[in-house]
């Protein structure tokens, strides 16, 4: 088992540049099946939930070209096929495994997912993908824990309001409704960055999708979609992750290959704190820094401040002069990494829905547990400023999302490494 150690306290001072965004990449992959043409996708980040997806693909008769993946690079390929069984062994490693029951159930008329896993930060549910895909027509079953659907005649295109805005059901509805007959029209759709860059590469592929308002979009159904080539936006949440690293413990720490647009929403809470922060074209400048005033957060879907990014902030609160308040309008469980931060001197308290976070004067070194993706790097944020060495167990949650990032830090100055 590796785990991650970091001896704490030395500055940050260099550059980093961030990787393309695995929630962007992971449904535009999955967007494969609605061609027969190959897909190519560059700046892929080469993460363990990028490489699941491919095996997950792979079983449905998918051609997955990895071999330039240590570039950022994939290249897919479906040849339809007998296979429309999204099997659990593969299914349960990653919740976005569910990305493939709109696409497949649009070009074969059938599929057989299993209920997904991932990391256990809330309930998550599927209903909401399943209702959405019955309303184009689809009947659903629920059998040994899979999702079996069938739509005989094809799907058809209608009027669809999600009941509540769910970016993993968005990005269901608008693949399958691609190639409905018809024209659909879906509101309350999320509109993330990342759904965004799916319509985006759709289009590429001569799919027809025009937004009509702020969270409503109209699609046009059509026979066959084609190949295309396409560029992978940045991880809004890494460039995020490490701007919040240099506010905390940098000499100069520049962030590199952003999409300012994508991060303005948090930028903007963080120049109101009169943070030593700058931005020029797609980078972004940061400096240690103290937060003079208490902040009250509330996490809410986009353009509202992101849930993925509520742990990282929540060490920065620590920092600061005075008492915090996050409150988690999301997932119901997100907050399992309180207990491991206040092992390392933290004063947090949680009351339902809401963290209370009180000023600490520092961090210091600790055995500490990951317990999901976003969990585990603010714990090394924690452990970068920490006194001592802080040990960081289960980092298979971090390679699920942060590509090479000792290596990022490493050569920033952080005294940091994965050992066995």
Same mark, same amino acid.
């Given at each position: 088992m590796e785990k991650i150690i970091i001896n704490g306290g030395l500055s940050l001072n260099g550059s980093i540049h961030i990787s393309g965004s695995k929630n962007a990449a992971l449904p535009i992959m999955a967007s494969c099946i609605l061609t027969d043409d190959e897909l190519q996708? /560059?700046?892929?980040?080469?993460?363990?939930?990028?490489?699941?997806?491919?095996?997950?693909?792979?079983?449905?008769?998918?051609?997955?070209?990895?071999?330039?993946? /240590?570039?950022?690079?994939?290249?897919?390929?479906?040849?339809? /096929?007998?296979?429309?069984i999204a099997e659990y062994d593969l299914v349960r490693k990653m919740r976005a495994s569910i990305l493939v029951l709109g696409p497949l159930l649009a070009r074969k008329r059938e599929a057989t997912v299993s209920l997904p896993g991932g990391c256990a930060?809330?309930?998550?549910?599927?209903?909401?993908?399943?209702?959405?895909?019955?309303?184009?027509?689809?009947?659903?079953?629920?059998?040994?824990?899979?999702?079996?659907?069938?739509a005989s005649k094809g799907l058809v295109g209608c009027r669809i309001e999600l009941p509540k805005i769910s970016v993993g059901a968005s990005e269901s509805i608008i693949m399958a409704a691609t190639l409905a007959q018809g024209e659909s029209e879906i509101k309350n759709i999320a509109i993330e960055p990342e759904v965004i860059d799916l319509i985006d590469c759709l289009k590429l592929m001569g799919a027809t999708i025009e937004m009509n308002g702020e969270r409503t979009i109209m699609i046009q159904g059509v026979d066959q979609l084609h190949g295309a080539s396409h560029v992978i936006i940045p991880d809004r949440i890494e460039t995020l992750t490490y701007t919040i690293a240099g506010l905390m413990n940098a000499e100069n720490l520049l962030i590199k290959g952003i999409n300012v647009k994508h991060v303005k929403n948090v930028l903007d809470i963080l120049h109101k704190l009169n943070l030593d922060l700058s931005v020029v074209d797609n980078e972004i400048s940061t400096k240690k820094s103290f937060i003079e005033e208490g902040l009250e957060i509330d996490t809410c879907e986009y353009p509202g401040f992101p849930t993925d990014l509520q742990a990282q902030i929540m060490v920065l609160m620590s920092l600061g002069k005075k008492k915090s308040v996050i409150r988690e309008n999301i997932f119901e469980n997100r907050f399992m990494h309180v207990p491991e931060l206040n092992r390392m001197g933290a004063n947090i308290e949680i009351s339902g829905a809401k963290a209370i976070i009180h000023p600490c004067e520092n961090f210091f070194g600790a055995q500490v547990m990951a317990t999901d993706l976003r969990a585990s790097v603010s714990l090394v944020l924690a452990g970068l400023v920490a006194k001592g060495e802080t040990q960081l167990n289960r980092i298979y949650h971090l390679d699920r999302g942060y590509e090479r990032i000792e290596r990022k830090l490493q050569t920033c100055g952080a005294d940091i490494k994965r050992v066995q």
């Amino acid at each position: 088992m590796e785990k991650i150690i970091i001896n704490g306290g030395l500055s940050l001072n260099g550059s980093i540049h961030i990787s393309g965004s695995k929630n962007a990449a992971l449904p535009i992959m999955a967007s494969c099946i609605l061609t027969d043409d190959e897909l190519q996708l /560059s700046n892929v980040p080469n993460l363990n939930d990028i490489l699941t997806m491919s095996k997950v693909l792979s079983s449905l008769g998918v051609k997955v070209n990895e071999e330039d993946i /240590s570039d950022n690079k994939i290249t897919l390929q479906y040849f339809d /096929s007998s296979k429309s069984i999204a099997e659990y062994d593969l299914v349960r490693k990653m919740r976005a495994s569910i990305l493939v029951l709109g696409p497949l159930l649009a070009r074969k008329r059938e599929a057989t997912v299993s209920l997904p896993g991932g990391c256990a930060i809330g309930a998550r549910p599927v209903d909401i993908h399943i209702n959405a895909l019955q309303n184009l027509g689809a009947e659903f079953t629920l059998d040994q824990g899979y999702i079996k659907c069938k739509a005989s005649k094809g799907l058809v295109g209608c009027r669809i309001e999600l009941p509540k805005i769910s970016v993993g059901a968005s990005e269901s509805i608008i693949m399958a409704a691609t190639l409905a007959q018809g024209e659909s029209e879906i509101k309350n759709i999320a509109i993330e960055p990342e759904v965004i860059d799916l319509i985006d590469c759709l289009k590429l592929m001569g799919a027809t999708i025009e937004m009509n308002g702020e969270r409503t979009i109209m699609i046009q159904g059509v026979d066959q979609l084609h190949g295309a080539s396409h560029v992978i936006i940045p991880d809004r949440i890494e460039t995020l992750t490490y701007t919040i690293a240099g506010l905390m413990n940098a000499e100069n720490l520049l962030i590199k290959g952003i999409n300012v647009k994508h991060v303005k929403n948090v930028l903007d809470i963080l120049h109101k704190l009169n943070l030593d922060l700058s931005v020029v074209d797609n980078e972004i400048s940061t400096k240690k820094s103290f937060i003079e005033e208490g902040l009250e957060i509330d996490t809410c879907e986009y353009p509202g401040f992101p849930t993925d990014l509520q742990a990282q902030i929540m060490v920065l609160m620590s920092l600061g002069k005075k008492k915090s308040v996050i409150r988690e309008n999301i997932f119901e469980n997100r907050f399992m990494h309180v207990p491991e931060l206040n092992r390392m001197g933290a004063n947090i308290e949680i009351s339902g829905a809401k963290a209370i976070i009180h000023p600490c004067e520092n961090f210091f070194g600790a055995q500490v547990m990951a317990t999901d993706l976003r969990a585990s790097v603010s714990l090394v944020l924690a452990g970068l400023v920490a006194k001592g060495e802080t040990q960081l167990n289960r980092i298979y949650h971090l390679d699920r999302g942060y590509e090479r990032i000792e290596r990022k830090l490493q050569t920033c100055g952080a005294d940091i490494k994965r050992v066995q």
